[in-house]
Nanobody, 124 residues
Framework: VQLQASGGGLVQAGGSLRLSCVAS????????MGWFRQAPGKEREFVAG??????????ADSVKGRFTISKPRDNARSTVYLQMSSLKPEDTAVYYC????????????????WGQGTLVTVSS
């Protein structure tokens, strides 16, 4: 599975961005997808995840109420979005799209497939 993330960029604090991720290859086997991020000098952290099998989403406490993970209207397993609102400078990071063919990854947060990342910069 190859993951291509897009939508990053520079935005002012309080603004919004929408990230997209498209999976190719064995995309139909991706039962869970999600997003991680890594800020400069910090460890990579989980942001949000979605499970097609369970029909559920989850997100980190740090982004609850501001970020929403969603899938396309046609329920295609190959695409996932991350709508980010009320952005803060501390949201600045490289955002990575992830996927896995094992539904348990939605709970374990251990994903096999990682995209190349897209940079989000929030200015104060």
């Amino acid at each position: 599975v190859q993951l291509q993330a897009s939508g990053g960029g520079l935005v002012q604090a309080g603004g919004s961005l929408r990230l997209s991720c498209v999976a190719s290859g064995r995309a139909s086997s991706s039962y869970v997808m999600g997003w991680f991020r890594q800020a400069p000098g910090k460890e990579r952290e989980f942001v949000a995840g979605i499970s097609w099998t369970a029909g559920t989403t989850r997100c980190a406490d740090s982004v609850k109420g501001r970020f929403t993970i969603s899938k396309p209207r046609d329920n295609a397993r190959s695409t996932v979005y991350l709508q980010m609102s009320s952005l803060k400078p501390e949201d600045t990071a490289v955002y990575y799209c992830v996927a896995d063919g094992d539904p348990r990854a939605h709970l374990s947060l251990k994903y096999d497939y990682w995209g190349q990342g897209t940079l989000v910069t929030v200015s104060s």
